[in-house]
Each structure stands twice: as structure tokens, then as C-alpha cells.
């Protein structure tokens, strides 16, 4: 009988890994990247400008380990020259703009559907001198307006979620605000070249509340709302300027988030949302909490879908802990 040789899979060249370079083989940041590039003062203009990593590494970076795909007969150019290149041809020498840019990378067709390989592990806890609204804003907040949606919705919307306006906060997407402090003046780190200090590599990957369906159904091309919708790994459709606007402040809901080191994206404890007054969970239906509504209509028909807060989790069984957070009646 003739034996079966497995043949190993052909690396995707067009397709950069972070993992691999620097998980599996180690690499340093500084083997690629230089902090700051060369043209740092050309792409952000005047007081806009500062040392940063604005643009890709330059070929030398990877032609030590990848001089056979530089120069493979592939046409019109090699495969391995679109992780960086827009058209890959030899008379068009566009780059991407490079992520770190921010808003100009974002508004791109590969930034639309961007997800980065690092999670930013920003320890809040060393930044107490500082005001939420330093770093995080309301995105499209509705405000006075009567259009209260990001986008139109359908006539027969009932109670069908449609994304609303200042359901997002925004958050920093480029080293400005990090390096007004962090930079090579002050020396007060971890320094713009420490990269791997706040740039870890994703471990665990967390479902989100995000049905990308629902969001093309949506019609949303906004790409701030794209990347926030995507990391929201609990409550999908909580709005945050309607609580805003209730007076709540950020640590009411965040103190797992500001006390944590590391990770940014944790989940809001559903205790949040009853409170001193039981806004959303109270003891019994009868007073009116939202959790406590839809705990019974789940108990009644497994079909029941929890839409007040949720996108995908409201189709699955609801979780003890969601349970657990309903006060026993009189306390």
C-alpha cells in the first residue's frame, strides 16, 4: 500500500504575522521597526508632527530572512510586496499608510477591516492624575438632534436593534497623547522605542458582541464605530452618551477596567447596571428592571431574544452570572 506523504503547507506571503516573527522566532521590535522613521516631520505636518514610527520598515528589515520572495519571478511583483505596497508594480511604489497614522490608515480599504495582532496594556492605575475625557470621547453623539440612528433605519425596524448614535467612546489610535509625556526628552518610560511594553501579543481571542451580517444589513462604514463594535465582548448595543447623560460617571462601571493592568477590553460587571436605585436590575419585574423583564420572557420561551443591551448574546441562555446579580426581595 503507498504511503501518503503529507505535503506541507506553502506560507501565505501575502499575509504578515506578527505571531510568527515574534512569538515563534523571537524578533525584536527594533529588528523591524525604527522609532523614529525618517519621515516623521513629512507625514504629520507642523504641530502635528512628532518622533514616530509613521511608516513601514524599510526592505533591509526583511530581506535578511526573505531575499528568495523579494525576488521570486512573480508578476507583476512579487507576492510578498503587498503587505506593504498598494498596486505592487514596479512603476508604482505606493505604501499603505502605515496603522500608527491613525484615521488616515483607518479611512483606507485595508482599514476598514482592519483588526490588530496586540492589545495596548494601558496600566490606568499609573495614569490617576488624568481625566477619562483626556483619552475617551462620545463618538457621534446625537446631542439635540432628532436623528437619533448612525444610519437610516428600515420602516419595520420595531424592536429590531439599529446602531445609534453615541453608543461608542473613542479611544487613542495614534502615540499622540502617549508620547507628550513618553519621549526621549523627558526619558520617562517606557521610552517610543519600547514598543513590546504596551503592544502585547492578543493571547486568548474574546468573542465580541458583533454580528458583522447585522453590520453590513447596517449599512455602517464609519471605521471608528467598526473597531469599537468589534471589541465590545459584552453589551454590544449599551449607548453610552444616554448614561452620559444620567450624570454616571466612567469608574461607576469601569473600576474592574481602571484597576486592571492590562487588558482594556474587560467586561463591565451586569451588578453595574442596578445600582443604588436599581436602574436595569431590581428585585422583582414589578419594579421595573429591564434584566429581570427579560429573564422571564427567556423562562417562558427559550426563543426569546435579549435585545435591550445584547447583539449575539441575546440569542444564547442567559448566563448565572446575569442571575446571581438580581437583589433577593427586601434587600
Same mark, same amino acid.
Given at each position: 500500500?503507498?504511503?501518503?506523504?503529507?505535503?506541507?503547507?506553502?506560507? #501565505? @506571503?501575502?499575509?504578515?504575522?506578527?505571531?510568527?516573527?515574534?512569538?515563534?522566532?523571537?524578533?525584536?521590535?527594533?529588528?523591524?521597526?525604527?522609532?523614529?522613521?525618517s #519621515? &516623521? =516631520?513629512?507625514?504629520?505636518?507642523?504641530?502635528?508632527?512628532?518622533?514616530?514610527?509613521?511608516?513601514f520598515?524599510?526592505?533591509?528589515?526583511?530581506?535578511?530572512?526573505? /531575499?528568495?520572495?523579494?525576488?521570486?519571478?512573480?508578476?507583476?511583483?512579487?507576492?510578498?510586496?503587498?503587505?506593504?505596497?498598494? %498596486?505592487?508594480?514596479?512603476r508604482?511604489?505606493?505604501?499603505?499608510?502605515?496603522?500608527?497614522?491613525?484615521?488616515?490608515?483607518?479611512?483606507?480599504?485595508?482599514?476598514?477591516?482592519? $483588526?490588530?495582532?496586540?492589545n495596548?496594556a494601558?496600566?490606568?492605575? !499609573?495614569?490617576?492624575?488624568?481625566?477619562?475625557?483626556d483619552c475617551? %470621547?462620545?463618538?457621534?453623539?446625537?446631542?439635540? *438632534?432628532d436623528?437619533? @440612528?448612525?444610519?437610516?433605519?428600515? =420602516? #419595520?425596524?420595531?424592536?429590531?436593534?439599529?446602531?445609534?448614535?453615541?453608543?461608542?467612546?473613542?479611544?487613542?489610535?495614534?502615540?499622540?497623547?502617549?508620547?507628550?509625556?513618553?519621549?526621549?526628552? *523627558?526619558?520617562?518610560?517606557?521610552?517610543? !522605542?519600547?514598543?513590546?511594553?504596551?503592544? =502585547?501579543?492578543?493571547?486568548?481571542?474574546?468573542?465580541?458582541?458583533?454580528d458583522?451580517?447585522?453590520?453590513?444589513?447596517?449599512g455602517?462604514?464609519?471605521? &471608528?464605530?467598526?473597531?469599537?463594535?468589534?471589541? /465590545?465582548?459584552?453589551?454590544?448595543?449599551?449607548?453610552?452618551?444616554?448614561?452620559?447623560?444620567?450624570?454616571?460617571?466612567?469608574?461607576?462601571?469601569?473600576?474592574?477596567?481602571?484597576?486592571?493592568l492590562?487588558?482594556?477590553?474587560?467586561?463591565?460587571?451586569?451588578?453595574?447596571?442596578?445600582?443604588?436605585?436599581?436602574?436595569? $436590575?431590581? *428585585?422583582?419585574?414589578?419594579?421595573?428592571?429591564?434584566?429581570?423583564?427579560e429573564?422571564?420572557?427567556?423562562?417562558?420561551?427559550?426563543?426569546?431574544?435579549?435585545?435591550?443591551?445584547?447583539?449575539? @448574546?441575546?440569542?444564547?441562555?442567559?448566563?448565572?452570572?446575569?442571575?446571581?446579580?438580581?437583589? %433577593? =426581595?427586601?434587600?
Amino acid at each position: 500500500m503507498a504511503v501518503q506523504r503529507r505535503v506541507p503547507s506553502r506560507p #501565505n @506571503y501575502s499575509d504578515f504575522s506578527h505571531t510568527t516573527h515574534v512569538t515563534k522566532q523571537k524578533l525584536t521590535c527594533d529588528s523591524c521597526h525604527k522609532v523614529p522613521t525618517s #519621515n &516623521w =516631520k513629512d507625514i504629520r505636518k507642523g504641530d502635528a508632527a512628532f518622533p514616530d514610527a509613521a511608516e513601514f520598515p524599510e526592505h533591509s528589515a526583511c530581506l535578511n530572512c526573505h /531575499r528568495q520572495q523579494f525576488f521570486a519571478r512573480e508578476r507583476p511583483a512579487p507576492v510578498i510586496c503587498s503587505n506593504c505596497h498598494v %498596486a505592487v508594480t514596479p512603476r508604482d511604489t505606493a505604501r499603505w499608510p502605515f496603522p500608527s497614522l491613525g484615521e488616515p490608515f483607518f479611512l483606507t480599504a485595508r482599514g476598514q477591516n482592519f $483588526v490588530p495582532e496586540f492589545n495596548v496594556a494601558f496600566p490606568h492605575p !499609573k495614569h490617576t492624575d488624568l481625566e477619562c475625557s483626556d483619552c475617551h %470621547a462620545t463618538h457621534q453623539p446625537q446631542g439635540k *438632534s432628532d436623528d437619533e @440612528y448612525v444610519t437610516k433605519p428600515p =420602516k #419595520n425596524i420595531g424592536d429590531a436593534f439599529w446602531l445609534k448614535k453615541g453608543t461608542f467612546m473613542t479611544q487613542p489610535v495614534t502615540h499622540a497623547n502617549c508620547f507628550t509625556c513618553h519621549n526621549q526628552e *523627558s526619558e520617562l518610560v517606557p521610552l517610543p !522605542k519600547n514598543c513590546d511594553s504596551c503592544h =502585547k501579543p492578543v493571547g486568548e481571542t474574546r468573542r465580541a458582541d458583533f454580528d458583522p451580517k447585522l453590520a453590513d444589513t447596517i449599512g455602517v462604514k464609519d471605521w &471608528w464605530t467598526l473597531t469599537a463594535w468589534r471589541s /465590545r465582548i459584552s453589551a454590544g448595543a449599551y449607548r453610552h452618551e444616554l448614561h452620559e447623560g444620567l450624570e454616571l460617571k466612567c469608574a461607576q462601571c469601569h473600576q474592574a477596567t481602571l484597576a486592571n493592568l492590562g487588558n482594556a477590553k474587560l467586561s463591565v460587571p451586569v451588578k453595574s447596571c442596578g445600582g443604588a436605585e436599581g436602574c436595569h $436590575v431590581t *428585585s422583582t419585574v414589578d419594579e421595573g428592571g429591564a434584566l429581570n423583564f427579560e429573564i422571564e420572557e427567556k423562562k417562558k420561551n427559550a426563543n426569546f431574544v435579549c435585545s435591550k443591551c445584547h447583539i449575539v @448574546y441575546g440569542r444564547e441562555a442567559v448566563p448565572a452570572n446575569h442571575v446571581s446579580a438580581i437583589p %433577593a =426581595k427586601g434587600k
